[in-house]
């Protein structure tokens, strides 16, 4: 498997603009979890999923953020409007038992 | 919910040297503590964990010790090379991995 997969790499766009984040999760996991890293927060979780299903999003910071999850192998993660002060590395994240698989994450820069 | 606290922020030792980093959790329910690695540009990526069944636990280089009791863990890494250089994070939580709260991170510097 490619492990988890997410797109894309980097995203620079304009403050107010919508903004969708992707990520394929590794086949056959069950959970599936959207961190958000800045140097000044650290690693903080956004939501997850238990098969599909958004299970915990009292890590969303605002309404302006939404998440889904419409088959086993696609989420995205929605920003819209997008501020400056959302600007950070976005990590997806899938586990079966334990160990969750990190991917290598979406730079956002909003500017 | 669950607080976890890491120290130190950053930590540099010369190659071959041990290094440790330590952590304090919150919750007493707490019972999973992953600890995870992250090299520049990449995602955080597991290489030890410990439940609280367990006192200690060792891979490798690599070693794990849990205080319940005074709800702190450890990590500690002998023989220390420059590729073991990454940010290290600890983790708590209860369960399995579904929710897990992390530490602030150690960036490990290893001198060659």
């Known amino acids: 498997d490619a492990g988890v997969i997410q797109s894309p790499r980097h995203e620079v766009t304009e403050m107010g603009q919508e903004v969708t984040l992707r990520c394929k999760p590794i086949s056959g996991h069950d959970y599936l979890f959207w961190y958000r890293q800045t140097m000044m927060r650290g690693l903080e979780l956004l939501i997850y999923?238990?098969?599909?299903?958004?299970?915990?999003d009292s890590g969303m910071p605002e309404d302006r953020f939404s998440a889904k999850m419409p088959n086993a192998s696609f989420s995205t993660l929605k920003i819209q409007p997008s501020e400056p002060r959302d600007s950070a590395v976005y990590f997806c994240?899938?586990?079966?038992?334990?160990?969750?698989?990190f991917g290598q994450g979406t730079r956002l820069t909003v500017v | 919910g669950e607080n976890v606290e890491q120290h130190p922020s950053t930590l540099s030792v010369q190659e071959g040297d041990s290094a440790v980093i330590k952590c304090t959790y919150s919750?007493?329910?707490?019972?999973?503590f992953p600890w995870y690695k992250q090299e520049l540009g990449k995602g955080p990526q597991l290489i030890i964990d410990?439940?609280?069944?367990?006192g200690e636990k060792k891979d490798q280089r690599i070693a794990v010790t849990l205080n319940k009791t005074a709800k702190h863990f450890s990590l500690h890494i002998t023989e220390t090379q420059p590729e073991d250089s990454a940010v290290y994070f600890c983790?708590?939580?209860?369960?399995?991995?579904?929710?897990?709260?992390f530490g602030t991170g150690t960036k490990l510097q290893v001198i060659p």
């Open positions: 999923f238990n098969n599909n299903v958004p299970i915990d």
């Open positions: 983790a708590a939580g209860s369960g399995g991995y579904q929710k897990v709260t």
């Open positions: 919750d007493s329910a707490s019972n999973y």
């Open positions: 410990i439940r609280s069944n367990v």
């Open positions: 994240a899938s586990s079966l038992w334990g160990e969750a698989f």
